[in-house]
C-alpha cells in the first residue's frame, strides 16, 4: 500500500484531527478504526524521539494488525518491492514486533491480555498509545498506560481506543455526555471536547474545564503547586484532561459497504444487542439478554424440598484486594438437586464472605490463603456438614498437592471436600454451558430469599455479562461463572433416592445441623 495513495473518510479525518489528548473512536464494526489508527502513527515517524504502542488482548490477535501495519508502512521505510534496501534507520524486528523507521523513530504491537502484562510496560514512555478494542481493556490498564504517555518527542502525544459499545465497561461513563438518552451517538457531539479527572480511583468528566477544577480542590491545588514550582505550562499538564468521543459504524464506512455489501446484511442477522452495538452504535444495555445465561430463565422457589443434596462449589483464589490492583476473588454458591432431577441455586452466605471496600455482596472476596480458608471453614460450619465442598484443581502436580491439602484441611474439621468434576483446564464455556442449558429448559430454580439484594443483582449481572471470549478483569469478573459451574456439574454426578414423603418446607436454610 503506498501511503501517498491513502484517501480518508470524513469521520477518519476527524480521528486524525482530533487534538485531544485521549479520542475514542468507533460505536460500531466496520467503521475503519484500525486502518484510521495506524494512518495516525504515520504523523509521529518524523521525529527520532517519536515512541508508539499499538495493544491487543493477544498476541494472535497481533496476526492481522502485524502484517497490516507493515504492508501499509512499506513505502515509508523501505526504497524497494522487497524490503532489502532500507531508508534511513529503518528497520523491522519480527520477535520483538517492533517497526523502525527511517529517522529511527519506532512503533512497539503488544498485549495485553491480563492486568500483569500491563506492568511490564511501566518503564516505557510513548508519545501514541493505541488501544485495539478498548472495550476489553480493564482501568488499571488504561491508569498505567496513561502515565506512560510522556517522551521527547516534539509531536503530538496521546492515547487513541478504538472501541465497540460495551455499556458495561468503564468507557462508557466517558462517552456517555455523547449520547442520546436512547444511547445512540449525538451526531453534533461527534469530536467534541470534554475533560476528565480521576480522584480517588474515581472518574469525573465535564464539558467545562474550569467546572472540575472548581468542584475538586485536590486538582486545584496540585495545579497551583506545580504552578509556583515549574510555571504554567506544567500546571495545566496536572489539571483535568481532554478528551473526545468520534462515534463511526459501516454506514460511515462507504468503502466497506461498496467493496462489501453483504456484510451489513451480516450485521443486521444478529441477535438484538449485537445489533445494534455492532450495526446501529448504540450503548444501550438490553436487560436479560446474556449472551449464553440469562435470569429469567431461573424460576423462582420459595419452599425447599426436603429430599435436597446440597454442596457449595468454590471458584479459589489468594490475593488482598491492595490498593491499585484488582485480583480474582474467591466465590462460592450453594447447589441442590431434588428426587425429580430439580436444581436450586442458593446464596446463604455468611457475613464474613465479602470484600471490606464492598460489605453488601456476599459470596465473593479476595482474601489471602489463610484468610480465605478461614472464611470457607466458617461457610462450611454455617451450611452444615451434609453440604458437600467442592473445590477446583489447578493444573500441574502443584495444583494437585494444593487439593490435596484444601481436602485434609476440611477433612480434619469434620467437612467432606471433593474434586470439581471438570477437568482442570477445561474451557470456561465448555464448563458453564450445562447450567446454562438446564436453566434455559426450567431445570433450576433460585431460592431469592438466600440472597440479598445487593448480591443477587451482582451474581446475575456477572453470569449474564459472561460470553466465553472476554478475559476477566478489573471491569468483569467470572469467579462466580466458574462456581456455579463446579456446583451444578458436581450435583448433575449426584444421585438423590426418591423418597414416598414429598413434603415441602419454607426455610433459608434448611440444611445446618
Not at 29 to 48: W, Y
Not at 118 to 131: L, P, Q, S, V, W
Not at 212 to 217: A, K, R, S, T
Not at 441 to 455: D, K, P, Q, S
Request: a negative charge; hydrophobic letters at 35%.
Amino acid at each position: 500500500m503506498d501511503v501517498k495513495n491513502i484517501t480518508m473518510q470524513p469521520h477518519q479525518l476527524d480521528f486524525v484531527d482530533a487534538e485531544e489528548s485521549v479520542v475514542f473512536f468507533g460505536g460500531g464494526a466496520g467503521g475503519g478504526k484500525t486502518f484510521s489508527a495506524l494512518v495516525d502513527n504515520l504523523e509521529g515517524v518524523h521525529d527520532s524521539n517519536y515512541r508508539s504502542g499499538f495493544f491487543r488482548t493477544s498476541t494472535t490477535e497481533m496476526q492481522d494488525l502485524w502484517p497490516t501495519a507493515k504492508d501499509m508502512y512499506h513505502s515509508v521505510m523501505f526504497k524497494d518491492e522487497h524490503g532489502k534496501k532500507p531508508r534511513g534507520k529503518a528497520h523491522i524486528n519480527e520477535k520483538s514486533l517492533i517497526l523502525t523507521f527511517p529517522s529511527g523513530a519506532k512503533t512497539f504491537f503488544g498485549y495485553l491480555s491480563n492486568d500483569k502484562d500491563a506492568d511490564k510496560y511501566y518503564g516505557r514512555e510513548y508519545t501514541k498509545i493505541y488501544f485495539e478494542e478498548f472495550q476489553f481493556r480493564t482501568w488499571y490498564q488504561f491508569n498505567l498506560l496513561q502515565s506512560r504517555n510522556r517522551s521527547m518527542a516534539k509531536v503530538k502525544h496521546g492515547i487513541r481506543c478504538t472501541l465497540n459499545p460495551d455499556p458495561d465497561h468503564f468507557v462508557f461513563s466517558f462517552v456517555e455526555r455523547f449520547l442520546d438518552e436512547d444511547c445512540y451517538p449525538v451526531k453534533e457531539l461527534s469530536g467534541k471536547t470534554a475533560w476528565f479527572v480521576i480522584i480517588d480511583d474515581v472518574l469525573h468528566t465535564s464539558w467545562d474545564k474550569q467546572q472540575l477544577i472548581d468542584d475538586h480542590p485536590q486538582v486545584k491545588n496540585l495545579m497551583e503547586e506545580i504552578r509556583l514550582e515549574y510555571g504554567d505550562e506544567d500546571a495545566e499538564q496536572a489539571g483535568p484532561v481532554s478528551y473526545t468521543y468520534i462515534p463511526a459504524t459501516l454506514r460511515d464506512n462507504k468503502e466497506l459497504m461498496k467493496n462489501d455489501p453483504s456484510y451489513i446484511a451480516k450485521l443486521n442477522a444478529k441477535p438484538e444487542k449485537e445489533r445494534l452495538a455492532l450495526l446501529e452504535g448504540c450503548w444501550k444495555k438490553l436487560e436479560n439478554q446474556g449472551r449464553y445465561f440469562r435470569r429469567d430463565w431461573l424460576k423462582d422457589a420459595d419452599k425447599v424440598p426436603t429430599m435436597l443434596k446440597t454442596c457449595r462449589g468454590y471458584d479459589i483464589a489468594s490475593s488482598d484486594a491492595l490498593p491499585g490492583t484488582h485480583p480474582d476473588f474467591t466465590a462460592s454458591v450453594q447447589m441442590g438437586k431434588d428426587n425429580q432431577g430439580y436444581f436450586y441455586l442458593m446464596g446463604n452466605f455468611i457475613d464474613e464472605s465479602c470484600d471490606e471496600d464492598s460489605k453488601s455482596v456476599l459470596g465473593r472476596y479476595r482474601k489471602s490463603s489463610g484468610k480465605r480458608d478461614r472464611v470457607m471453614l466458617k461457610q462450611a460450619q454455617y451450611d452444615g456438614k451434609k453440604c458437600h465442598l467442592v473445590i477446583p484443581q489447578d493444573p500441574g502436580a502443584v495444583g494437585r498437592d494444593a487439593l490435596v491439602l484444601k481436602v485434609q484441611y476440611f477433612t480434619s474439621h469434620g467437612y467432606i471436600a471433593k474434586k470439581d468434576p471438570s477437568a482442570h483446564n477445561a474451557n470456561k464455556l465448555t464448563k458453564f454451558e450445562p447450567f446454562c442449558t438446564a436453566a434455559e429448559h426450567g431445570l433450576v430454580y433460585i431460592v431469592r430469599e438466600t440472597f440479598n439484594a445487593a448480591t443477587y443483582e451482582a451474581l446475575m449481572s456477572e453470569l449474564e455479562k459472561f460470553d466465553g471470549v472476554t478475559k476477566s478483569g478489573r471491569t468483569r469478573k467470572d469467579d462466580w461463572v466458574d462456581s456455579v459451574a463446579t456446583s451444578f456439574n458436581h450435583m448433575a454426578k449426584e444421585l438423590v433416592i426418591p423418597d414416598m414423603d414429598l413434603t415441602t418446607f419454607s426455610s433459608v436454610n434448611p440444611f445446618r445441623r
